[in-house]
């Protein structure tokens, strides 16, 4: 029985430094066996063996540095060690608040396939059935090999998911919540399925792909919620069941809000708190050329308000800067708290640079103690593939990285 232990002990520990070894290649640009091995405090013998077994299975390849630095003693360049992009797939699903937007990635970054279709808001079955037949038209065109390579599938949902057992506690689609979506999608594919908060999907995708090093950041989503998850490490700072950083549901004032006894922030500063400030100044009379426009464009976005803001729209940049303003407020509210060294912003609002600098202005103007020059906001280009890749690193990391 102590010699069985002792074997276990011995098979773990060598998967577990084969784990920290490709974490630390994939996060590492020209990674060495020398420094990847002075990096985690293992001896090079230790490191070399492991290496080469991945290059053997064909998942690594060592080529040659393209700096000058790095030498050997012998005056040789020493190689760098690189994943090659095709040695694991995934597939990554966002549960959009507009489309449902899907993509097969491999381990470079690289979209192989991407699929859209309009997002089902109201019946969970009608949702679960499209979304088993977007992963399977996603599948489709691979090859036996691609297949093989494909360690999963992961999905982001708006709202707050139990991260251990997939299923959704709490969102604006009312007939999805209590369902484990992770339990009954894999009941209908062959992968192995991981359900997280879309937000949450998105900061760990930030976190696998940044050139930034900060141990803890904030990522704040402006969507027609507001969430703002926290990473320390590689993990978002939760409790064991779930989390998402719920920002939005912060109340920023005791008077009635749009959907309850309290306003939250997302009644004040989200995409749905500005829309139906815009639709109330309408119904009054006002913000002309924003019915001209949805006349012609039949539906009302973040991308309709940037664009009337480029044009110099009084109205609308007073509706949206003020919904800036208090979510700032917020945002220095994380800072406050958390101090973390960075705040990445998302959403399409902040394509328009006068919102990048409200928000900025808003934040400074909100946090103790610090400098305006040591508040650290990064704002993303927007990205309509940044949720389902953000979910297919996720699923990489899970199901390659961490295996």
Not at 9 to 35: Q, V, W, Y
Not at 226 to 253: D, Q
Not at 269 to 285: K, V
Request: with cysteine; net charge negative.
């Amino acid at each position: 029985m102590q010699e069985h232990k002792a074997g276990n002990s011995l098979i773990e520990t060598r998967r577990k430094n084969r784990a920290l070894i490709k974490n630390t290649i994939f996060r590492t640009p020209d990674a060495t066996r020398t420094g990847v091995a002075k990096e985690l405090g293992l001896t090079l013998a230790t490191l070399s063996t492991s290496v080469s077994e991945m290059i053997a299975e064909g998942i690594l390849q060592e080529t040659e540095r393209t700096e000058n630095s790095g030498r050997t003693g012998s005056g040789r360049k020493a190689l760098k060690v690189v994943f090659l992009p095709a040695a694991a797939l995934a597939v990554g699903i966002d549960l959009g608040p507009y489309e449902t937007r899907g993509i097969l990635m491999d381990l470079g970054g690289n979209v192989l396939r991407e699929l859209s279709q309009p997002a089902e808001r109201y019946s969970y079955d009608r949702m679960l059935s499209s979304v088993e037949q977007l992963i399977r038209r996603l599948v489709s065109g691979c090859t036996a090999e691609e297949e093989k390579h494909i360690c999963g599938v992961a999905v982001g949902v708006p709202g707050v998911v139990e991260t251990v057992s997939g299923r959704i506690r709490a969102t604006a689609c009312r007939s999805w919540e209590g369902h484990t979506l992770a339990g009954d999608l894999a009941e209908r594919i062959s992968f192995p399925v991981e359900v997280d908060n879309n937000v949450r999907m998105r900061a760990y995708g930030y976190e696998m792909t940044r050139d930034s090093k900060e141990q803890l950041f904030a990522y704040l989503y402006v969507s027609r919620g507001i969430a703002c998850p926290v990473i320390f490490g590689r993990e978002v700072i939760s409790g064991t069941m779930f989390g998402a950083g719920e920002l939005g549901h912060a109340a920023v004032s005791e008077k009635p809000g749009i959907l309850g006894p309290r306003r939250t922030l997302n009644e004040s500063a989200s995409e749905f708190g500005i829309f139906y400030e815009c639709q109330r100044r309408m119904f009054e009379g006002m913000c002309s050329p924003l019915r001209q426009a949805l006349s012609e464009k039949g539906i009302l976005t973040a991308g309709l308000l940037t664009a009337l803001q480029a044009e110099g729209d009084p109205e609308i940049n007073d509706i949206v800067h003020g919904a800036v303003q208090e979510l700032g407020t917020g945002a220095a509210g994380v800072i406050n708290l958390l101090n973390p060294e960075s705040l990445v912003v998302d959403g399409a609002l902040f394509s328009d640079g006068s919102n990048r600098s409200v928000l900025e202005e808003a934040v400074a103007a909100g946090v103790y103690a610090l400098q305006p020059d040591e508040i650290r906001v990064r704002f993303l280009e927007e990205d309509p593939l940044r949720g389902a890749r953000g979910a297919a690193y996720r699923m990489l990391q899970l199901g390659f990285l961490d295996a």
